[in-house]
């Protein structure tokens, strides 16, 4: 068999900036996006609230190239964030900072969306990873996203950090997605079967006034508007560089090997929306430590054993991707638990104290830099 394509890497984080005294979210009043820019250029951007921080990495041509570009930016953005007496975390929601404290980014975008989607766009604080994995033909961009849904819940697990909201332990081990799905046009994307009837859609869309760019539609899984990729964008912020690297490394090798079928004829099954939302479900409530669904037996089984399936289902192309190693963290993951165990884990241990947990996320945000 040929050798597979490069299926190039981008990754995006949002880092929450927060004030080293009270452990409270903070405006940094766009002074370390500005400081950033003299620098990284287009790699970083202000978000809709102006404690947070949107950064992203040049193409990289493997996972190595992901992990040195992202430890570089988690770095510099530690550094400027210093020099204003302020400090980086990393969570998909911050444990305690309540969202009508926070001010919004003056900026026409973000002035559009607060005022077509109100408190639902102001109370967004949330912190996401996104990952964007290159194919240049759009059809079978398209096929690999139909069936790459099944494994969206399954990274999502992994990724799940984000068990407080506004001072509460909320159940979940992913709250974020619940507060992002208020939002038109989120969560799992609908089955499309060609690239007219996906174009077709966009269009209605654009004509009909409900978006003004495609941009506007925000699913876990994406084929992006402006870029050759599809955009794999459930995940929670992830605490450490290794679990963000772990879990790019992991999308690169599920869409490859959907592609290393699609090219000897075969296919995985594609399942309903409505059943992967079921798992989606059980990934945001109990991370890794619950049951999922195997749709194919028609029954309840453990994440993990479900995960080692996976993980047999992809073996086949990590070595040539080059990722073994990364791909290897998961079962560290699965041992030491998800960033959301160890926030609640410092929780429990400090007597319910989130100014612990801030500090911790704070502290692992920077871990092996």
């Known amino acids: 068999m040929k050798k597979l394509p490069v299926f190039t890497l981008g990754v995006e984080e949002e880092y929450q900036i927060i004030d080293p005294n009270t452990r409270e979210l903070r405006s940094h009043m766009s002074k370390i996006v500005d400081g950033a820019k003299i620098i990284l250029k287009e790699q970083v951007k202000a978000e809709m609230h102006q404690s947070v921080v949107e950064v992203g990495t040049n193409i990289c041509q493997n996972v190595s190239d992901a992990r040195k570009e992202v430890s570089f930016l988690r770095k510099k953005i530690v550094d400027l964030a210093a020099e204003q007496n302020l400090i980086v975390g990393a969570s998909g929601t911050h444990p305690f900072s309540k969202w009508q404290d926070q001010p919004i980014t003056d900026d026409p975008r973000y002035d559009m969306i607060v005022k077509e989607l109100q408190d639902t766009a102001r109370s967004n604080l949330i912190f996401g990873l996104h990952v964007h994995v290159g194919i240049e033909n759009r059809e079978t961009a398209l096929h690999i996203m139909n069936q790459a849904c099944y494994f969206l819940p399954h990274i999502y697990a992994l990724s799940t950090n ?20 208020k939002f038109p046009r989120t969560g799992l994307p609908e089955y499309f079967d060609s690239v007219q009837s996906y174009d077709n859609f966009l269009e209605t869309l654009v004509k009909t006034n409900c978006i ?6 925000w699913w876990d899984l994406r084929m992006h508007p402006f870029f050759s990729t599809i955009e794999f964008r459930i995940c929670d912020m992830c605490l450490t560089v290794d679990e963000t690297i772990c879990i790019t490394a992991l999308i690169q090798a599920v869409v490859a090997k959907l592609y290393k079928m699609s090219i000897m004829n075969t296919s995985f099954n594609v399942y309903r929306i409505a059943l992967i939302r079921e798992n989606k479900f059980r990934a945001a409530r109990y991370g890794t430590e619950g049951l999922m669904i195997d749709f194919g037996q028609k029954k309840e089984v453990e994440y993990k054993s479900l995960m080692l399936e996976l993980l047999e289902f992809i073996d086949d192309v990590v070595d040539e991707l080059g990722s073994r190693e990364e791909i290897n963290y998961i079962h560290k993951i699965l041992a030491d638990g ?7 884990k410092v929780f429990e241990e400090s007597d319910h104290d989130l100014v612990k947990v801030v500090d911790f996320i704070t502290e692992e945000f920077s871990r092996g830099l």
């Open 212 to 217: 003004d760019n495609p941009k506007k539609i």
């Open 338 to 344: 998800t960033g959301a165990d160890r926030q609640l």
């Open 162 to 181: 984000s068990p407080f909201w506004e001072g509460r332990e909320t159940g979940f081990k992913a709250y974020r997605a619940h507060i992002f799905a």
